[in-house]
């Protein structure tokens, strides 16, 4: 499965270090999404982007920024993180954001990015 | 908010046994429903998904599952699993707040003997 690629699949970072986390879908999808999946916690909502222009901020902490330069990538930079936010984060795609019903609703998930915060 | 709960947190079930897991959601909206799957060390896949029309669906790999509004649940079954269908399932409605937003459960891990 290729549709929803990221890298890298493994970060192991100090709090200090400034990173990026990259996400590339190759399904002509015109949103695409930041979650974060920690243990025993549903998965998060953190970012939305329809046709680059970001849509949804869920609450998160600015020493997260994502950046969507264009449909098909998306990128996840991160600095001064704190180790609660070692996790797995996921990026997903979907055909638009803002479609009422139908399968533009329906996600495609990348294998995530195995981030640990020392 | 809306919130959607999966009662079971981790199944253990021999092969051959029936599989139900349930979800609940609080929404009073139109929604959405998925069941997504995680298989140790890949992505989430998409299992099924009811959008409108016959409440009972049926995805891949033999699950299936039915959508109760009365209730508002979505549980997943499947008639007899296999050892291959050990795995982490999350149970996610799609609600429409301006735009689509997907909101998970805690998800239910399900670990099959042979």
């Known amino acids: 499965e290729t549709g929803v690629t990221q890298t890298p699949r493994h970060l192991v970072m100090g709090m200090t270090n400034k990173k990026s986390l990259k996400c590339e879908q190759h399904?002509?999808?015109?949103?695409m999404y930041w979650y974060k999946q920690s243990a025993k916690k549903p998965l998060e909502l953190m970012f939305v982007y329809n046709f680059k222009e970001q849509t949804e901020n869920n609450s998160v902490p600015s020493r997260f920024s994502p950046e969507c330069p264009n449909s098909s990538h998306l990128f996840l930079h991160l600095h001064t993180l704190q180790p609660e936010d070692s996790a797995l984060y996921l990026c997903?795609?979907?055909?638009?954001?803002?479609?009422?019903?139908?399968?533009?609703?329906?996600?495609?998930f990348g294998p995530g990015t195995r981030l640990t915060v020392l | 908010a809306q919130s959607v709960s999966q009662h079971n947190h981790h199944v253990i079930l021999s092969e051959a046994a029936s599989l139900e897991l349930g979800c609940n959601y609080s929404y009073g909206g139109t929604v959405n429903l998925f069941w997504y799957v995680q298989y140790p060390g890949q992505h989430l896949q998409l299992l099924l998904k009811y959008f409108s029309g016959d409440p009972l669906v049926k995805g891949i790999k033999g699950f299936e599952a039915e959508f109760i509004k009365s209730k508002f649940s979505f549980n997943l079954r499947k008639p007899s699993v296999q050892w291959s269908d050990t795995a982490e399932y999350f149970c996610a409605v799609n609600v429409n707040t301006g735009f689509q937003k997907l909101v998970f459960g805690t998800g239910t891990r399900l670990l099959v003997s042979p």
């Open positions: 997903a795609s979907s055909q638009d954001s803002l479609a009422l019903t139908g399968d533009h609703n329906e996600q495609f």
């Open positions: 399904l002509g999808h015109n949103a």
